[in-house]
């Protein structure tokens, strides 16, 4: 999983924290969909750069369907694409934070941007290997008995 020491630095844990690489766009909605409707997951991150509208929609009434926070990671180029989304945000590197733009929201227009001040964490450039193996050793799910007899697909 990349920066690893990122998300710790966040306050999560990694093996907590489920990495889904796929080399067909297909198979990356396919699971972001059905991660979405199962409701296994506190939040799904998703980073796609060409999505078409319909998988748009879809996604859109999976995030709806459930209590999964959803948020989908694009370029700001695609700020003028269509989305069903009711929230849609600019983010930019700005000195010792971040500048958040509103592309759209309900409500009256904003133009203006919000500054989040992004504290600076001074953490080790490395993580000793055996720290990483010993959480991938760990086994994330027992199944019980009846788990077991389901088939799973």
Known sequence: ???????CQLGLNPSE????????????????????????CGA???????????????????AQSGETLFVMFRPLASAMDASPAPLRLSVRPAQGGLDI????????QHEGT???PMPVIHAPRS???RSIEREREKPRY????????????
Request: with cysteine.
């Open 101 to 108: 733009g509103f592309v759209k929201r309900r409500g009256p």
């Open 44 to 62: 799904v991150l998703f980073w796609q750069n060409h999505i078409r509208s319909d998988s748009l929609r879809r996604l859109h009434l999976a």
């Open 1 to 7: 999983m990349p920066q690893t020491l990122a998300w």
């Open 17 to 40: 924290v489920i990495w889904i690489r796929s080399e067909r766009t297909a198979d990356a909605l396919w699971s972001v969909e059905h991660l979405l409707g199962s409701g296994c």
């Open 142 to 153: 027992a199944p019980s008995a009846q788990d077991r007899e389901t088939e799973w697909v």
């Open 127 to 129: 993580v000793p290997y």
């Open 114 to 116: 919000l500054y989040l």
